[in-house]
């Protein structure tokens, strides 16, 4: 899948592998609802183990990547989004999947001794598989976090479903041998809920991914693209298109000069305010595209737009949107309330661009982009750190540290 829940495992399973190590991954079918499926990964040397847990007919997918049943999909998704999210994971769909995946698991480990299992939220089902295989087959495991469960971390969370899914969690993950989070955020966050030790592993990018990617042709424009979903109420694009407008007023032919282009979903509601702000003609909505031009989409960007989180209950929620820009080496254009959150100072130390909070200095960087040639690449040594190679060498060193502490 082109999601994160795929790239970070993924990184995981590519590095190890690469280390030496016997890898086995298991992993629920991927069905029309869950989203694209066009990466294209070596998955050579390790074992797959994709457990199907629904009947065929509407959910299931032709092995295409972005056809029209994806898209269908996201609009019937987007339109019960509130209500979904509403009940956290009492209303994920995937929990469908545990008991087959159990049922694999328990079978591949009667076949050999493995030395860890690692499990990857959200969705929850795949830590309570992880913690069912656990505690039948004595091996330990680890509970990796890319978002958590408080009622503030994620849009629309019912007050009932939050209260329900702390002790849930705590519950799922009290024996669990180490715990993970993606940013300092959410570390801190978890550890005081939990009164735990809770490791910090970065998402990041893989070299390749970037290095390979094609530089699209030019047409004469400077290109701010954007690629990844935008979140109502948590992002707000509002200040970039007031600011557009602006600009317009002192450069009338401001669309044949700059190309403000969002991939991903074709939401209604970005759409209609950029209407409203009329500028139509200079921001674009792409729609989907395939994993690798959207690789190529950031490599030929004269700017990468971040949309930060707009609200304090945010922090922490470094989207793997900013990683992967980072490998483009592309600069960063963040647009945000605060210039001190996880993501503008992570942007800032790697000096990967800039964290702008008022439409007067979106307006002049918007300027100086037109006026200015094209930005050389960000230095190697800025974004070295972040590949998802070396995130996960790190990661195993942790996890071998606390097992041969236990």
Known sequence: MNAIGSHRPYGWARAWRNMGHDVEVLTARKYAFDGATDLQRDVSGMRIHEVPYMAGGAASRPPSGVEPAVHRWEWLKALTRRMRLSLATFGEPRWLAYRPMLRKGLALAKERRFDFIIATT?????????????????????????DLWFRDMLLYRSRLASALSGPLNRWMVKDASMLV????????????????????????????????????????????????????????????????????????????????????????????????????????????????????????????????????????????????????????????????????????????????????????????LIASPRRPDLAEEAVQDYSRDRQAVRLLESIVAQLRSR
């Not at 959200?122 to 890319?146: K, Q």
């Open 181 to 368: 989070a993606i940013s300092r955020g959410l570390q801190k966050r978890l550890s005081a809920y939990l009164g735990r030790e809770v490791v910090l592993s970065h998402n990041g990018f893989l070299e390749e991914d970037h290095k390979h990617a094609s530089v699209l042709p030019g047409d004469g424009k400077k290109h701010l693209a954007y690629t990844g979903r935008v979140y109502p109420g948590k992002q707000d694009p509002k200040p970039l298109l007031r600011a557009l407008a602006r600009l317009r007023a002192d450069m009338p032919q401001l669309a044949d000069r700059l190309a403000v282009d969002f991939y991903g979903f074709d939401d209604p509601a970005l759409r209609r305010m950029i209407s409203q702000h009329g500028v139509d003609d200079c921001v674009r909505l792409r729609g989907f595209v395939p994993y690798r031009e959207c690789m190529a989409v950031q490599r030929s960007a004269d700017a990468l737009l971040f949309l930060d989180w707009t609200d304090l209950a945010g922090e922490g929620m470094m989207t793997g949107k900013l990683l992967e820009y980072l490998g483009s080496r592309r600069p960063i254009l963040a647009l945000g309330p605060r210039t001190d959150s996880e993501a503008a100072r992570l942007i800032s130390d790697t000096g990967s661009g800039t964290a702008l909070t008022t439409e007067s200095a979106i307006v002049e960087y918007l300027k100086s």
């Open 122 to 146: 959200p969705p929850d089902m795949p830590l309570a598989v992880a913690r069912t295989l656990s505690r039948r087959t004595g091996t330990p495991w680890v509970a990796d976090f890319r």
